[in-house]
Structures are given as structure tokens and as C-alpha cells.
């Protein structure tokens, strides 16, 4: 069975940076690409980026380019997403998500608080 | 970016009910269009990938139709534990932007 379960309540401040981590379990992480999705309180779901699980390509929304690099450690079995230069703007919940088909699965999602 | 267009953005409904929503792309995005659903707290669940195909566990209830910009997620008789936020999505071309999501409430 897949299961994706992430890392915890993250608080941070101000122009620090936050690191997420999806550690996967019931397939072979290689096969499949992890999407990083956040859920700001009111708004929208929001597609950050995505990692190619075998080859480690990444893609990343334009809206996170330069702020967000999303990497995987295969022997792991797990990615990580870490966004930096905080701001209030980026308190929401993060989530990974599965292909097979798209984001078919999802980690229980990361709660990242940004406040001075 | 494609633009992505829920309607309506709160709809109240009774158990039984049929429910239809619906989502417009701002460019058409062929048969590329999800739809989940949300609960507080949870989350999304994927119900529907490539515009009609029910992922695997979903009811039968729950069917989406359409292509290119115009799409609808249809609940035909409404459960109680079908209370909650649907999405849509479009995966036809990065980013894979979203609806802003439809509440579906007991009315």
C-alpha cells in the first residue's frame, strides 16, 4: 500500500528557510515522479513543483523559481522541498503528492507558520 | 498560466440530491482536467483523472464529463459524507494550476 507521510509543524521567521520532508513506502520510489503542492488558509491549491523520482529532474512553477528547490534521496525513499526567503505569504500547508495517475496519492501535509 | 474557473463557488444541497459543478479553462487543455475532493482538515482525494476516468475506490456516483475548456464533475445522488470542497485541475501543461474550489454544504 502507498503511503506518503511528511514531516511536522514547521515555525519559522522572516526571510528564513523552511526544508519539508515525503518519505514514501509501498512502491519503488524510482518509477514515480512527487509533486509539491501548498494550500495557503482561503486560497487555492497551488502546484509548486515536481521531481522525476528515477532521474531526479525537476520542474517548478514560475511563481517559486529561485526560492524553491525540490530533491529526492532515492536509498530513502523520500523528497524534499525546501522554500527559502519566508514571508507571511507562505504560511499554508504544504503537501507531496504521487503520480500514478496525477497526485493519485498525497502525504497528510506539513503546516508551515511564518511570523516574527 | 491556465486559468482555471469553478462554478459555483458555494453550492447548498440536500442528501439525494443530483449536484453538477463545473470548470472552465482559460485555454483548452483537451481531456486534462482532474477533480478532488477535500474534507477539513484532510488532504485532497482524487476522484477523477483525464476528465472521465474514476480513479480506483471512488463511487459510482461521482462521474466527470468534457474536453477542451469546459468540464463537470456530476455527484448523482448526494451522500452525506460527500459534504466537502471539490477541485479541479488541469494537468495539460506546467504549472498545473487549480479551481478555487466549490463547498458543498447540507442545506
Known amino acids: 500500500q502507498v503511503h506518503l507521510v511528511q514531516s511536522e509543524t514547521e515555525v519559522k521567521k522572516p526571510g528564513a528557510s523552511v526544508k519539508v520532508s515525503c518519505k514514501t513506502s509501498?512502491?519503488?520510489?524510482?518509477?514515480?515522479?512527487i509533486h509539491w503542492v501548498r494550500q495557503a488558509p482561503g486560497q487555492r491549491l497551488e502546484w509548486m513543483g515536481w521531481i522525476n523520482g528515477g532521474n531526479g529532474n525537476t520542474e517548478y512553477s514560475q511563481k517559486f523559481q529561485g526560492r524553491v528547490t525540490i530533491t529526492r534521496d532515492t536509498s530513502a525513499s523520500t523528497s524534499y522541498m525546501e522554500l527559502n526567503s519566508l514571508t507571511s505569504e507562505d504560511t499554508a500547508v504544504y503537501y507531496c503528492a504521487r503520480d500514478g495517475p496525477l497526485l493519485a496519492y498525497w502525504g497528510q501535509g506539513t503546516l508551515v507558520t511564518v511570523s516574527s | 498560466d491556465i486559468q482555471m474557473t469553478q462554478s459555483p463557488s458555494s453550492l447548498s444541497a440536500s442528501v439525494g440530491d443530483r449536484v453538477t459543478i463545473t470548470c472552465r479553462a482559460s485555454?483548452?487543455?483537451?481531456?486534462?482536467l482532474s477533480w478532488y475532493q477535500q474534507k477539513p482538515g484532510k488532504a485532497p482525494n482524487l476522484l477523477i483523472y483525464?476528465?472521465?476516468n474514476l480513479q480506483g475506490g471512488v463511487p459510482s456516483r461521482f462521474s466527470g464529463s468534457g474536453s477542451g475548456t469546459d468540464f463537470t464533475l456530476t455527484i448523482s445522488s448526494l451522500h452525506p459524507e460527500d459534504f466537502a470542497t471539490y477541485h479541479c485541475q488541469q494537468t495539460y501543461r506546467m504549472p498545473y494550476t487549480f479551481g478555487q474550489g466549490t463547498k458543498v454544504e447540507i442545506k
Open positions: 509501498g512502491y519503488s520510489f524510482s518509477n514515480y515522479a
Open positions: 483525464a476528465a472521465n
Open positions: 485555454q483548452s487543455i483537451s481531456f486534462y
